[in-house]
């Protein structure tokens, strides 16, 4: 079944550390994003690409960076972790399809830096 | 003035009725637009796309589009309890290096009691 897939769901890690989230899709899409959210508020888009190589900054300013070496897999990093990086993360992908492409998100990691 | 902006609500409506999310867009060039719904510690979930102006039916929802007044919206026939949630309205840029990237808005509380 084609799907989108983030792990961890839920991490809990202490200041200074490093962290990869991982996000793969096997939906063949090429276009691959990152949103961050905190609770009950709007999603900022953090990172993008269009595919392999591809990798773009979004809206939000964030001190996390991002790789796609392979089309399905979308991997975000935070080199040092600290407590203002406590938020959701969401990835999703879409066809890339001029303007007419629907995203499909995956579960989500939510992240508690400590 | 946000990108895509709706009213956060709570909008509140009772078992059976129809709800009424509205969004509004500033990117007048815009062509793509989606309505994603959101349980609260979930991620968001496509429910529907409109790209016309006019109407979309899917189910017991409805896509309404006018892009000369730079609107879009979702009714909800016969709510129910199970359609409590976040609904998300979502615009594709549609100029520059981030075409085709969804810009949400922050989202309306939907809750419909039995």
């Known amino acids: 079944e084609a799907d989108i897939y983030q792990t961890p769901r839920y991490l809990v890690i202490g200041t200074g550390k490093k962290i990869t989230l991982e996000c793969s899709q096997t939906?063949?899409?090429?276009?691959m994003y990152w949103y961050q959210q905190d609770p009950g508020m709007e999603l900022h888009l953090i990172h993008y690409?269009?595919?392999?190589?591809?990798?773009e900054k979004g809206d939000l300013s964030s001190e996390s960076t991002v790789s796609r070496i392979r089309t399905e897999h979308f991997p975000l990093t935070l080199e040092s972790a600290r407590p203002s990086h406590t938020s959701q993360y969401l990835c999703?992908?879409?066809?890339?399809?001029?303007?007419?492409?629907?995203?499909?998100f995956g579960q989500g990691t939510r992240l508690t830096v400590v | 003035q946000k990108e895509v902006e709706q009213n956060s609500g709570p909008l509140s409506v009772p078992e059976g009725a129809i709800a009424s999310l509205n969004c509004t867009y500033s990117?007048?060039?815009?062509?793509?637009f989606f309505w994603y719904r959101q349980y609260s510690g979930k991620s968001p979930e496509l429910i529907m796309s409109?790209?016309?102006?006019g109407d979309k039916e899917d189910g017991r929802f409805t896509a309404q589009l006018n892009k000369a007044s730079q609107y879009v919206s979702l009714l909800i026939r016969d709510s129910q309890p199970s359609d409590s949630a976040t609904y998300l309205c979502?615009?594709?840029?549609?100029?520059?290096?981030?075409?085709?990237?969804?810009?949400f808005g922050k989202g309306t509380k939907l809750s419909v009691k039995p």
């Open positions: 999703a992908s879409s066809e890339s399809v001029g303007g007419y492409s629907e995203a499909f």
């Open positions: 979502a615009v594709s840029r549609n100029y520059g290096g981030s075409q085709g990237n969804l810009i």
């Open positions: 990117d007048r060039v815009s062509q793509s």
């Open positions: 939906m063949g899409h090429d276009k």
């Open positions: 409109i790209y016309s102006n």
């Open positions: 690409s269009y595919g392999v190589n591809s990798t």
